[in-house]
């Protein structure tokens, strides 16, 4: 497999650009034009020479969009193809504000939650960090954007994976992804969402960035949230709140409980209560989500009106809470599905 030329920083292209014994500007030209989206072999203002030596080291075309499923209502759900045969998703929601994309940072995830689909076959691989961000290139370009005026405006690291399993990678991806001879998408622009992989969250914290951290916590009590999550039996919800407080002493940015409502698991009147004791007096808002239902895993979204429900009994105890808009409800749930669906259907041509 070659390499990939997005895991490559402006230094880094202009060391290589050195070792190849061209101008050190080449290195400002490959960077904007992989930033644009473009293929190596679409770089134009470069020596054929140049892109030829770059082709034979590096793939022209690390993420491709393989199919494009379209929502009523706007959204758009991708299916990636990788270099190396894998398979991953991403959406794309519009809002009024701008358009944010979701992205995926692993092929499959290890964390096995109860309501997620991209467990299912467990972990296959982490993703580059150029693997991330050509997520993000292919689909701004596919809408017309560039560099100078992006489409893609916002951006979520809510796809398959654990992003904080993929520590370095996603790093350097929001790194990068923010760098001002780039796409330049604002740090406080991204959103960051773990299962709560505390010591890799406490680090984060470290960082010097300005990011969104977003939980998923689901359960206020440990005892039942290790039924649906897995990593509950390693990380309390305490030791996760201690390192959401340190996160927001150290950055100064609330942080975000995602919250999806399962029928008769998590939208208890004890559930609010212990939330409201929990969070009332944080830093922070509780994202409810109606549970996209994932056939294999068997369990439930709440009604809407139990939805609502919840939510306003959450409002009544001093949280800032709101329920999120179902965004492509009609076009494949839960993260993970359309992904295991194509795999399954072309079991002979897909290598996990």
Do not use: W
Request: aromatic share 6%; charged share 25%.
């Amino acid at each position: 497999m070659k390499k990939i030329l997005q895991d490559l920083t402006l230094p880094q292209l202009e060391v290589l650009m050195n070792d190849y014994g061209e101008k050190s500007y080449r290195a400002k030209q490959i960077h904007r034009a992989m930033h644009a989206g473009l293929k190596i072999s679409e770089i134009s203002d470069i020596p054929k020479s140049l892109r030829e030596k770059l082709l034979l080291e590096y793939e022209d075309e690390p993420v491709r969009i393989l199919e494009t499923i379209y929502s009523k209502d706007g959204t758009e759900k991708f299916l990636f193809s990788l270099s190396d045969g894998n398979i991953i998703e991403g959406v794309l929601m519009k809002y009024a504000y701008g358009n944010t994309q979701c992205v995926s940072t692993q092929v499959g995830c290890r964390m096995n939650c109860a309501f997620c689909a991209s467990g299912l076959n467990g972990l296959v691989r982490n993703l580059s960090s150029g693997e991330i961000l050509s997520q993000i290139y292919v689909v701004n370009r596919t809408h017309g954007g560039t560099t100078d005026k992006r489409f893609v405006t916002n951006v979520v690291l809510m796809g398959s994976g654990e992003p904080l399993d993929n520590y370095d990678n996603v790093v350097e991806f929001i790194r990068e992804v923010n760098c001002s001879d780039g796409i330049n998408i604002s740090q406080r622009n991204i959103s960051l969402s773990t299962c709560g992989l505390v010591p890799q969250m406490l680090k984060l914290a470290d960082e010097g960035l300005q990011v969104n951290l977003s939980v998923s916590l689901h359960n206020p009590f440990d005892s039942t949230r290790k039924k649906i999550m897995p990593v509950a039996n390693k990380y309390s919800v305490a030791e996760i709140l201690r390192a959401c407080d340190y996160y927001f002493e150290k950055t100064g940015r609330r942080f975000i409980f995602e919250y999806s409502l399962i029928k008769g698991e998590n939208d208890t009147r004890a559930c609010a209560d212990e939330l409201i004791k929990l969070l009332a007096k944080r830093p922070c808002h509780v994202n409810l989500i109606r549970l996209n239902a994932v056939p294999e895993r068997g369990l439930k979204a709440t009604a809407d009106a139990d939805a609502y429900a919840f939510l306003s009994m959450l409002e009544k105890g001093g949280v800032s809470v709101t329920l999120r808009r179902r965004a492509g409800a009609d076009i494949g749930g839960a993260c993970g599905q359309l992904r295991n669906k194509y795999i399954d259907k072309n079991s002979g041509d897909i290598s996990d």
